[in-house]
């Protein structure tokens, strides 16, 4: 076993604010805060399956349109 190295972008663009208020919530920056941790805890607060370990060592895996990539790396 080596270390392994996670390392996680999240692009959050103000349209997709815009989309998730939909007129439901007035659009501030305090909501947009908000938003972002809310973005944040569903991205990372859950379990993800994505198999077997070694099928994901050194590669990317890039957003799929859920506005998450990944990129795991072996450490020395």
């Known amino acids: ?13 103000p349209e997709d604010f815009s989309k998730w208020c939909d007129g439901d919530f007035l659009e501030s920056e305090k909501m947009y805060e908000h938003y972002v941790y809310k973005v944040i805890h569903s991205k990372f607060g859950a379990y993800k399956d994505f198999g077997s ?4 060592i050194n590669t990317t ?5 859920n506005g998450l990539k990944l990129t795991i790396e072996e450490l020395e």
């Open 1 to 13: 076993m080596k270390p392994i190295k996670i390392t996680a972008e999240v692009i959050i663009k």
């Open 53 to 56: 370990l070694e099928n994901f």
């Open 61 to 65: 895996i890039p957003d799929n349109g």
